[in-house]
């Protein structure tokens, strides 16, 4: 996945997620939301074929970035849960 940074400030991120989809950025922006840390999580695709544009603003001094990439790791956690289920 290439992220491209548009905007990145101590509580501030705008990213865009090259080739990412409703899908993904649905989840996403839902876990990143978990984060009580979290003041806004959200996401625009512009145009139907345009890539999402991402933006996590953060309350006091947490890094958005750590954020953004802890909401990954749990994302993938979760998956890996669920395919070790369906093996069963």
């Known amino acids: 996945m290439i992220v491209k940074v548009l905007e990145l400030?101590?509580?501030?991120?705008?990213?865009?997620?090259?080739?990412?989809?409703?899908?993904?950025?649905?989840a996403l922006t839902d876990e990143i939301l978990r984060d009580p840390s979290v003041d806004v999580a959200t996401y625009i695709i512009e145009f139907q074929f345009s890539d999402p544009e991402l933006l996590v603003t953060t309350k006091g001094r947490k890094d958005p970035l750590v954020v953004i990439r802890d909401a990954c790791k749990r994302l993938s956690k979760n998956c890996d849960k669920l395919i070790k289920g369906l093996g069963k």
């Open 9 to 26: 400030e101590s509580n501030k991120a705008r990213l865009v997620l090259q080739g990412e989809g409703h899908t993904f950025m649905n």
